[in-house]
C-alpha cells in the first residue's frame, strides 16, 4: 500500500504534468511538437492577437506563438506563427492578415506562392494586411460624405443669402413681385378663357378659314411650276440689275437732281428770264393789256370791217365811228 505522502506527491506531479501540457496547447508549443517557427513583419496588425490560427485556403496549419515589436525599434510588428502542418509552403508565399467573421476578428492567411524553394525554420515570409470590410465601406462612403458635407455647405451659403435678401424691404418688395406674378397668372387665365370661348363662338368660321387655309396650300402647289418660274424669272432680274452699272445710273441721276435743283434755285431767285417771269409781274401786266388791246382790235374789226378793208366803188371816205 502507498503511504499518503506518495499519493500526495503523485497528484502533485499528475496536476503539474497537465497543467504544463494545458498551458503548451494554449501556447501551440510542447516538447513534443516537431513544427517549425517561422516569421512575418508588418506595419500594424489590426488587432491580431496571440493564439489565432494560421490557415491556407481555409484549413489550418499552425498557430500564432507571439507578436512583438522588431527589435530595431521602427515600430513595425514581428509576428512569430509556429507551423505544425507538413504541407509544402514555397519561401515566396504570403503571410496576409486577413479578417475571419463580420465581427473584425484577424488570422493569418498563407498565400501559396510558386517556388520551389521550401521554408525553413526561422525564415520570414512576405507581409500583408487585406483591406477590411469597416476599410471598405470607409472607401465607399467617404466620397458621398465629402458631397453631402459640401453640399450642406452650398445650402447653408443659400439659406444665408436667402435670409439677408429677405431683410428689410426686400421682404415687401419680394412679397409685391410674387402677387404681379399672381395677378399676370389671373390675367393669363382670363385671357385663356376668352381665348376658348372665342374659338367656341366661331368654330364654323374658324373651320372655313382652315379650308380656304388647305385650298391655298393645294392651290400653291398645284401651281408650284408656275411660281418656281416667276421666282426664277425675279431671280434674273435680281442679277440683271446687280450685273447693270447701277451706281453710275444714280451718280448720274444725282447730278441732274442737282442740276435741276439749282436751275429752280435760280428762278427762285428772280434770275434770267424764267426768273423775271416769276418774280415780276409787269410783263404779266403788259401781256394783260396787249391781250386787252388785241380783244378791242378784233370786236372792231368784226364790227366795223370797213375801217380796215377799203372797198369803195364810187371813192366815198367812209365816216369814224366811236368804239364801243
Do not use: C, W
Not at 412679397?175 to 406674378?181: E, G, K, Y
Amino acid at each position: 500500500m502507498f503511504s499518503r505522502e506518495l499519493k500526495t506527491g503523485l497528484v502533485v506531479l499528475l496536476a503539474g504534468l497537465i497543467l504544463y501540457f494545458g498551458i503548451s496547447y494554449l501556447k501551440n508549443s510542447t516538447l513534443l511538437d516537431k513544427g517549425i517557427t517561422i516569421y512575418s513583419v508588418y506595419e500594424r496588425v489590426d488587432g491580431l492577437i496571440g493564439s489565432q490560427p494560421v490557415n491556407i485556403n481555409g484549413l489550418s496549419v499552425g498557430r500564432i506563438e507571439s507578436i512583438d515589436f522588431h527589435p530595431d525599434q521602427s515600430g513595425r510588428v514581428v509576428v512569430s506563427m509556429r507551423i505544425d502542418s507538413d504541407y509544402p509552403i514555397p519561401v515566396n508565399s504570403l503571410a496576409l492578415i486577413k479578417s475571419s467573421d463580420l465581427l473584425g476578428a484577424k488570422e493569418i492567411s498563407l498565400q501559396i506562392g510558386s517556388g520551389k524553394v521550401l521554408i525553413e525554420d526561422g525564415d520570414t515570409l512576405r507581409s500583408a494586411i487585406e483591406e477590411s470590410l469597416g476599410d471598405a465601406i470607409n472607401k465607399e462612403v467617404l466620397p458621398v460624405k465629402i458631397k453631402a458635407e459640401q453640399l450642406i455647405a452650398s445650402l447653408d451659403t443659400v439659406v444665408q443669402a436667402l435670409t439677408g435678401f429677405l431683410q428689410g424691404g426686400v421682404e415687401k418688395d419680394f412679397r409685391s413681385s410674387f402677387s404681379n406674378v399672381n395677378q399676370s397668372l389671373i390675367n393669363l387665365n382670363e385671357i385663356t378663357t376668352e381665348l376658348s370661348t372665342y374659338m367656341n363662338e366661331n368654330r364654323e368660321s374658324l373651320g372655313r378659314a382652315t379650308q380656304n387655309f388647305e385650298r391655298l396650300s393645294k392651290t400653291l402647289a398645284d401651281n408650284k411650276d408656275e411660281l418656281d418660274r416667276v421666282f426664277t424669272n425675279f431671280a434674273n432680274i435680281s442679277d440683271s440689275l446687280g450685273k447693270a452699272n447701277v451706281g453710275q445710273t444714280m451718280i448720274a441721276l444725282e447730278r441732274t437732281a442737282n442740276n435741276l435743283d439749282l436751275v429752280t434755285g435760280r428762278i427762285a431767285a428772280g434770275e434770267g428770264s424764267l426768273g423775271k417771269l416769276s418774280t415780276q409781274d409787269s410783263l404779266y401786266t403788259q401781256i394783260q393789256d396787249t391781250m386787252t388791246s388785241l380783244d378791242r382790235l378784233l370786236l372792231d374789226l368784226r364790227y366795223h370791217p370797213e375801217r380796215y378793208v377799203r372797198l369803195s366803188v364810187f371813192g366815198r371816205k367812209p365816216s369814224r365811228i366811236d368804239e364801243e
